[in-house]
């Protein structure tokens, strides 16, 4: 019997569904498929509760079906995605096969890192609207996205080329950057909700991208206020009402996936890092960064 406490790699994965579905897969990578009514052998596999070690991207193009997602029922229809975060149990309780049309992406939390995709910094999670890890894409949203998908198709385990690692970081990478973009999306017409006027839209707007453009010399909420010609404190409720985070924490988040991108990929040392970050001293960089992720810069450069 599975051991639903044992989260399942993705070459598990991979040999159960061997042979009952067709499906693109990258070592343990990646690995991608296209369910519809023919193929109720993947679904038969997928009836059975399962903990995933990696996360779990579902896009729903036709028909309807209900999964559950760590024990909570969820009911997926037309232009439904799902995100599922690593070590989720997770099942799909019942379909209607009725013109199902159904992609699903694993992918493992280190091919993301590798990529420079680090789904806590970056937010994905915020795509989930009040504790549900299921939203409604519209029509445009669903056919971009599957485009994407059909990219990360075109490679099956026995056909790798010498830059087919290459392909799939760079379309791996504009999936999750296309995710960004609806969660965006989703952030100002929340606040637009929220507030009943454009104005509060705005500022969420423009305080998202004065960060972007400023977060590696200003840390401070201050500093973003008053570039808006309102309070801190006026701007903390905005932007918590419109994104459920703080901006503090925004601003924190911006500035830790640059550190981990310089940390990582930019040849620099320590020091160095922390001057590009505009801190005044290696130390103080150091606290920071361990306050936000648990871990000092050498531990996460040696990792």
Same mark, same amino acid.
Not at 73 to 92: E, Q, T, V
Not at 218 to 228: I, S, V
Not at 284 to 290: D, P, T
């Given at each position: 019997m599975?051991?639903?406490?044992?989260?399942?790699?993705?070459s598990e994965? !991979?040999d159960?569904?061997?042979?009952? %579905?067709?499906?693109?897969r990258?070592?343990d990578?990646?690995?991608?498929?296209r369910?519809?009514?023919?193929? $109720?052998?993947?679904f038969?596999?997928?009836g059975?509760p399962?903990?995933?070690n990696?996360i @779990?991207?579902?896009?729903v193009r036709?028909?309807?079906?209900n %999964?559950? %997602?760590n024990?909570?029922?969820?009911?997926?229809?037309?232009?439904?995605?799902?995100?599922?975060n690593?070590?989720?149990?997770?099942?799909?309780?019942?379909?209607?096969p009725e013109?199902l049309?159904? !992609?699903?992406?694993f992918?493992s939390?280190n091919?993301?890192?590798?990529?420079n995709?680090?789904?806590?910094?970056?937010?994905?999670?915020s795509?989930?609207?009040?504790?549900?890890?299921?939203v409604?894409? @519209?029509? /445009?949203?669903?056919? $971009?996205l599957l485009k994407?998908?059909d990219l990360?198709?075109?490679?099956t385990?026995?056909?790798?080329t010498?830059?087919?690692?290459n392909v799939?970081r760079? %379309?791996?990478?504009a999936?999750f950057?296309?995710?960004?973009q609806?969660?965006?999306m989703?952030?100002?017409?929340?606040?637009?909700?929220?507030?009943?006027?454009?104005r509060?839209?705005?500022?969420?707007?423009?305080?998202?991208?004065?960060?972007?453009?400023?977060?590696?010399?200003?840390?401070?909420?201050?500093f973003? !206020?008053? $570039?808006?010609f309102?309070?801190?404190?006026y701007?903390t409720v905005l932007?918590?009402?419109? @994104?459920?985070?703080?901006? @503090?924490?925004?601003?924190d988040?911006?500035?830790?996936i640059? /550190?981990?991108?310089?940390?990582r990929f930019?040849?620099?040392?320590?020091?160095?890092?922390?001057?590009a970050?505009?801190?005044?001293?290696q130390?103080?960089?150091?606290?920071?960064? $361990?306050?936000?992720t648990?871990?000092?810069?050498?531990?996460?450069?040696?990792?």
């Amino acid at each position: 019997m599975e051991n639903r406490d044992k989260p399942l790699e993705l070459s598990e994965i !991979a040999d159960a569904l061997e042979g009952k %579905v067709t499906f693109s897969r990258m070592s343990d990578n990646y690995l991608c498929t296209r369910f519809n009514r023919n193929l $109720k052998h993947g679904f038969e596999y997928m009836g059975i509760p399962k903990r995933l070690n990696c996360i @779990t991207i579902m896009i729903v193009r036709h028909g309807t079906l209900n %999964v559950e %997602v760590n024990m909570l029922p969820y009911p997926l229809r037309a232009n439904s995605l799902l995100i599922i975060n690593p070590g989720s149990l997770f099942k799909i309780s019942s379909i209607d096969p009725e013109r199902l049309d159904i !992609a699903i992406f694993f992918v493992s939390s280190n091919f993301l890192l590798d990529i420079n995709i680090d789904l806590n910094a970056l937010n994905i999670r915020s795509l989930i609207e009040k504790r549900r890890p299921a939203v409604r894409l @519209t029509p /445009a949203e669903t056919q $971009k996205l599957l485009k994407y998908f059909d990219l990360m198709y075109i490679h099956t385990h026995d056909e790798i080329t010498l830059f087919s690692t290459n392909v799939a970081r760079s %379309v791996c990478a504009a999936i999750f950057y296309e995710l960004l973009q609806i969660n965006y999306m989703r952030i100002n017409r929340h606040a637009d909700e929220i507030s009943g006027t454009r104005r509060r839209s705005t500022y969420v707007h423009d305080f998202m991208r004065l960060v972007h453009f400023n977060y590696s010399r200003h840390r401070t909420l201050a500093f973003y !206020a008053e $570039k808006l010609f309102i309070s801190p404190k006026y701007l903390t409720v905005l932007v918590k009402e419109a @994104t459920g985070r703080s901006a @503090t924490e925004w601003i924190d988040e911006f500035v830790i996936i640059e /550190a981990k991108n310089l940390l990582r990929f930019s040849g620099k040392n320590i020091q160095q890092v922390a001057y590009a970050l505009n801190f005044p001293n290696q130390s103080s960089f150091g606290k920071y960064f $361990k306050r936000l992720t648990g871990i000092s810069p050498m531990a996460y450069q040696k990792s």
